[in-house]
């Protein structure tokens, strides 16, 4: 199956390149069917490495920048073409630099990439709950602007991520949701259900953080990565087809570059 890349109508500027990749296209093996862009799996190497570079191709980058992903709210600016910065610990990237892909992998959480059409700046993060209750996008634009980007002029879209009707979540994790200034704006963010337990509308809560960082243009693939097994890997759909078995999923790729 031909590779398939999503993008929203509200960025389109053809200085930059970047897409929200699906599961298919690649040529990994069930259960990492088939384009697994994460070395942190079971998945053969090989395999990973020829989905990157099928990713990049598509992109028309000279290379893909990964992280390691630990649910931080640490961004790495990207500034020197010599300097390695792949697999450093955290959860978000910046850069003025052209031909570089910076890329955030999923199976759950979102990706959520940024583009200042002003300065030619981009970014890109991983915002999971712990993420996204603790700032991680209000951090990631702090580190665009510290190089140059204007507020104002920054489109910020969300990638495919679990939503709401798949996500339920128990009362450790409602408190902390609670006590952010995201659900203080919006508690539709929460549906209780019934025996304490909630539906939590993960996405909503992105927006209403890059509401409160006046970011005016945002976009939203909405695209459930739980409810749509064809499409998407999902660590939660994963764990709850084989709950007494140890986890194997892969991980779907987003990234964001500037055209050389």
């Known amino acids: 199956m031909k590779i398939l890349k999503i993008q929203h109508p509200i960025l389109d500027d053809s200085r930059i390149s970047y897409g929200f990749f699906t599961r298919s296209g690649g040529i990994s093996k069930k259960p990492y069917d088939t384009l697994n862009c994460s070395f942190n799996n079971e998945d053969d190497s090989i395999n990973v490495k020829e989905n990157l570079e099928l990713v990049r191709k598509e992109l028309d980058l000279d290379t893909i920048i990964q992280l390691n992903q630990v649910h931080s709210t640490d961004i790495i600016t990207l500034n020197n073409r010599s300097m390695n910065y792949n697999f450093k610990e955290a959860d978000g990237l910046v850069t003025n630099l052209k031909g570089i892909g910076l890329s955030i992998l999923g199976a759950d959480c979102a990706p959520i990439l940024f583009y200042d059409n002003v300065t030619n700046i981009i970014g890109a993060c991983h915002a999971g709950w712990r993420g996204a209750v603790n700032s991680i996008i209000e951090k990631t634009i702090i580190k665009m602007e ?14 495919p991520v679990i939503h709401k009707n798949s996500y339920e979540i128990k009362k450790d994790v409602v408190h902390i949701v609670q006590d952010s200034l995201f659900y203080k704006a919006n508690s539709s963010i929460l549906l209780k259900k019934k025996n304490n337990q909630y539906l939590f509308d993960l996405p909503l809560l992105l927006r209403e953080s890059l509401k409160y960082s006046k970011i005016r243009k ?43």
Not at 147 to 159: E, F, M, N, P, S
């Open 146 to 159: 510290k190089i140059g980007a204007k507020r104002d002029a920054i489109t910020a879209i969300i990638g």
């Open 218 to 260: 945002i976009g939203d693939v909405e695209m459930d990565t739980y409810a749509n097994s064809n499409l998407f890997f999902s660590h939660r759909r994963a764990t709850h087809k084989r709950p007494q078995t140890k986890i194997k999923t892969g991980r779907q790729i987003s990234v964001i570059g500037i055209i050389r």
